[in-house]
């Protein structure tokens, strides 16, 4: 039934993103193309460069909605979900576990998608595709590197996902209300974003004043973090993933218990 929901949540969503995409994917190629032929002629046509000016501001602005849409589209969903399409979707015989699963993936997925997108276009446009400064030499690539790089990776995916679930989890709880409900979201939005991060201030506080003292017991040094030998590195960086992992799941098991136990449809 996973699969089924996931489906659901990709079709549904991928109606409004990826046409948005393919407008602005078309928009920058028409400003890069443009820009060859009018960034000779300012001093001949100076409106010319004025508009091309807008013409590319257009062009960045319209990443950025990209973007945005690529985040919000699943929290938007998830919203919905909670309200008058809860009465169809959750009636059907699928665990609550299942609606956030598949919620989290597609919105990251399509988060990655458009992190992806705003990096591909703003090459296209700042012709750093064509240029001597892209290139890729995977001949030197080690398998340390492969293991930095992944990790990090898994840390990226786990942020998204973190933040995806930091706002099902305000909307969760404004879902107990009948009235007012966006505002309550966007509200407890704040309020569990300051508790985190108090949260997370205390944390690196500890860590920082235990961790010192046991690296100076055992003579570390920042040569022997981002040395030949990276696996420290790639250590430390599987401990942050784990972290992140574990206050994703804490967000997780709120988010459905207030779906199990404090839903209010009405």
């Known amino acids: 039934m996973l699969t089924k929901l996931l489906r659901y949540e990709f079709k549904s969503t991928g109606r409004v993103v990826l046409p948005i995409a393919a407008g602005v994917l078309v928009l920058n190629i028409f400003t890069n193309i443009l820009s060859h032929f009018v960034q000779n002629t300012s001093d001949r046509l100076p409106l010319a ?128 209300f009948t009235q007012q409900r966006l505002l309550i979201s966007i509200a407890a939005y704040f309020v569990i974003g300051f508790i985190g991060q108090m949260a997370a201030l205390v944390t690196a506080v500890f860590v920082a004043f235990r961790g010192y003292k046991y690296l100076n017991n055992t003579g570390f040094s920042a040569a022997s973090f981002f040395g030949p030998d990276n696996t420290l590195g790639v250590i430390v960086l599987i401990a942050v993933f784990a972290l992140i992992a574990i206050v994703d799941a804490l967000l997780w098991a709120l988010t459905q218990w207030l779906m199990t136990k404090r839903l209010n449809l009405a």
Request: aromatic share 12%; hydrophobic share 60%.
């Open 49 to 176: 460069g004025v508009a091309m000016a807008l013409l590319a501001l257009a062009s960045a602005v319209s990443l950025l909605v990209v973007l945005a849409i690529c985040f919000f589209i699943e929290i938007q969903q998830f919203y919905r979900l909670l309200g008058e399409r809860g009465y169809l979707m959750l009636a059907l015989p699928v665990p609550i576990w299942q609606h956030i699963t598949a919620k989290v993936i597609c919105g990251t997925v399509w988060t990655l998608f458009g992190m992806v997108f705003f990096t591909l276009c703003g090459m296209l446009t700042t012709d750093t595709v064509s240029g001597s400064g892209f290139a890729l030499d995977f001949s030197r690539v080690t398998a340390e590197d492969v293991a930095i790089w992944s990790a990090m990776l898994l840390i990226i995916l786990a942020l998204i996902a973190g933040a995806l679930l930091h706002a099902y989890l305000a909307c969760a709880f404004a879902a107990q």
